[in-house]
């Protein structure tokens, strides 16, 4: 046992410690080297281990540092450093911030989650196991329970203690050790039913979803399997979600999903029409706030055991330290991936100011034959509250009012799929309503017309048949959250996704939006996923405002800003879809309100009008000088 002030291999100083089980303690330390920087010290004793223990945990520990350096996924903790010191062994890793699901189900109502807070827990989850999964060999964690599975503030999931992760071994008949989780390990870990394999997590994840949407604790049962049918224990639970459970726990690893993605794609269908759509009929009414909770129904009680199964002594656990990181303080944890665009000529990245990296800008004149010449830009010019919409040429040129009335207010357009109008807001009629009109020529028609409503910020969906947008009560300030609705393109069969927010963003696939919303006091961009379910994507210091999908859907463009009073643009980021280190592509003349192009472009404006870059933030130059704002690519 480590005491407080203790110092490590001279650079790691133990504050306390925050975990501890099995053969392990893991503790918070301050790194010397680094100072501000705090890590988690895992620490394996072998003293404390039976010689037969210790012939498989050493060699298992040092496996697990090994592993976990090759990884680099943002729902994993990056470890750091690795070393033997007074006979014991240290694992030095990221220090994670939050509670452990199992922390998380013990304070909730019933020991369960409402479903939407269950499934993007299991959404991120599919994503780390999939990458793990995806390794060359793949890696099998092997023990997927509540306690090692963290929750962070910002609702980020990173899985932590790989002590039994193993490669698997094509050709191997049977795991070496049987080891697991009684209650959460798959029935092969026990012996008798071939190796374990990406199956085993996948067993696992359904006994994880089982408990979260249930209550009902596997560990706690007389015999590990079957576990009792989940609309036995909450009827209430959706069919489709039961089904999943089901196959995912089948004791034959046959019978299950054969692999994670199969599984994701059946529990989160892709689909480019969002879901959870009303009856027709129901009004269309702004509520002050929406929040949706689970009935609450008795737990039932399971019997029919079946007969013959292992006993839970055969399995027992000798797990290593089980990494409860409690959240210290209140500052924000940056992730460990780093994906970037590939750029043509990657250019020097730095430590950006307010933290990630940064790519420093390359001025250069604008190129003789700009290759977006053959796309369109839509744009606003004049103040906020006061603008104009006009449109031009993807290099600048043939610019034109399209919309101009100086007496009201047109602004935030986008383009329709084909290119052949512009969706946008207008006070026109008193309040805001959202209109089209053909950019060819023709007459600009309502799609909404609620005079009771401020409706803005439309946005079209890839597949031209709907449109999301902002809806507030008439004269609310307009940077204020306000609900997100779809409606059919010609104004039809309005209805609320029941999110607040602001700037909703198709992905380029159809069953995503991207929005910002200030609902934590600090604006911030967020996931909208194919189920309903919404998850924040950024953890901007001041705040960060207008997401942008990159063409492939991978990554988000925004800005951040200034301060929180004048909201002023400060720099232009993006960050991967997935979770990870967002990096800064310039922060020169108050950039923001970035847009991207599928030929490989960024539009933005700036206090010196509207300029492009690169993806990778060189090759910026001024296309549009003037008052022009708020630039929007054709698609």
Sequence with gaps: M???GTILQNRYRIVRQVGGGGMGTVYLAEDLRLPGRRCAVKEMSPAFLSPHDQAWAVPAFQREAHLLASLNHPNLAAVTD???EGGNWYLVMEFVEGETLARRLERSPGHRLPLQEALPIIRQLCDVLEYLHTRQPPVIFRDLKPSNIMLTPEGRVKLI????????????????????????AAPEQYGGLGQSDPRTDIYSLGVLLHQMVTGYDPAAAAVPFPLPPPRSLMPGIPPEVERVILRATQIQPDARYPSIQALRDDLFPPTRALPFQPQPG????????????????????WIGLAAGLLALGLCTALVFGTVALLREGTSGQQFAERATPTPAAPPAVTEA???GPTIPPTPTPSPTVFPCASHHLVYMVGTVGKSDIYVARGDGSNARCLVCNPDVDEAEPEWSPDGTAVVYQS???GSYDIWTIPVDGGTARPLTASPDLDEREPTWSPDGRQIAYRVNPKGADRNADGELWVMDASGNNAHPLGETGRSPAWSPHGSTLAFMSNRTGKWQIYIYDERGFSFPLTDCAVGC??????????????????????????????IPVSGGTPVRLLAERRAGRPSWSSCGWIVFHSNAGIEVMREDGSGR????????????WSR
Aim: hydrophobic content about 45%; glycine content about 10%; charged content about 15%.
């Design 282 to 301: 129901t009004p269309m009414v702004v509520s002050p706030g929406v929040a949706t909770e689970a009935r609450a129904i008795p737990r039932g009680v």
């Design 2 to 4: 480590l005491t407080p």
């Design 621 to 632: 130059f001024l296309l549009i000088p003037g008052d022009g704002w708020a630039a929007v």
């Design 82 to 84: 690795f070393f033997p």
């Design 353 to 355: 100011a307010h933290g």
């Design 427 to 429: 006070d026109s009629a």
């Design 545 to 574: 405002r207008w997401p942008a999908w990159s063409p492939d859907g991978r990554f988000i463009a925004y800005h951040s800003i200034v301060d929180t009073a004048s909201m002023d643009a400060e720099a232009i980021w993006y």
């Design 161 to 184: 203690d790989f002590g039994i992760a193993r490669f698997f071994k094509p050709g191997q008949r049977q795991d070496t050790v049987n080891l697991g989780t009684p209650g959460y």
